[in-house]
């Protein structure tokens, strides 16, 4: 990490948490909205959500432990790191 983008986060954990989501919100939008921003594409996000929610709510999918997961994640990063 450079030392500039250290700095960045650090200002950035300052914020409210609803400023955070927002700013999170906008730099991956900067990443992966690119032709995102389309009528079309809203109505199939929405449609996702709502067969994802379906499937918690019947049963059919399990969900997972955010914390948990994440957890695992850096785990995982760090065993292939060494």
Do not use: F, N
Not at 29 to 57: F, K, N, P, Y
């Amino acid at each position: 990490m450079t030392p500039k983008l250290a700095e960045y986060i650090a200002a950035g954990k300052q914020l409210t948490v609803d400023e955070r989501l927002e700013v999170a919100h906008e730099l991956l939008m900067s990443v992966h909205g690119a032709g995102c921003d389309d009528a079309s594409t809203e109505d199939e996000w929405v449609a996702e959500v709502q067969r994802r929610a379906s499937d918690i709510l019947s049963g059919d999918v399990a969900g997972v432990d955010g914390p948990a997961s994440h957890a695992r994640i850096r785990a995982e990063l760090a065993a292939r790191r060494r």
